[in-house]
């Protein structure tokens, strides 16, 4: 019912700036709350910023406020991701999720639909 497809990843140096974009097709998009994931080789996956069904409220894990972006656009049925101040540790793939809930959920157990993915590299 809902497809999610990431893209904008890719290898950047750090300090360097990536945009991502996450596109929604299916259910009405507005009525989901988005969220942003990653995983790095080896590791679990872990939130990264989330996002209100109206864009009014934000969340962001603490390893990325200040540097990260969560941003919406209801009329284009996308969610994007800016990622300033990139670090090494920053690379991961990178996959948007949708939520069902109200407020923004942080575990993987509160979204429903996710997308493929998408890498993002940061070298030193």
């Known amino acids: 019912q809902v497809q999610l497809v990431e893209s904008g990843g890719g290898l950047v140096q750090a300090g360097g700036s990536l945009s991502l974009s996450c596109a929604a097709s299916?259910?009405?998009?507005?009525?989901?709350?988005m969220g942003w994931f990653r995983q790095a080789p080896g590791k679990e996956r872990e939130f990264v910023a989330g996002?209100?069904?109206?864009?009014?409220?934000?969340y962001y894990a603490d390893s990325v406020k200040g540097r990260f972006t969560i941003a919406r656009d209801n009329a284009k049925n996308t969610v994007y991701l800016r990622m300033n101040s990139l670090k090494p540790e920053d690379t991961a793939v990178y996959y948007c999720?949708?939520?069902?809930?109200?407020?923004?959920?942080?575990?993987?157990?509160?979204?429903?639909?996710w997308g493929q993915g998408t890498q993002v590299t940061v070298s030193s």
């Open positions: 996002i209100s069904r109206s864009g009014g409220s934000t």
């Open positions: 299916g259910r009405t998009f507005s009525s989901y709350v």
């Open positions: 999720a949708t939520s069902w809930g109200v407020s923004i959920a942080t575990t993987q157990m509160g979204y429903d639909y």
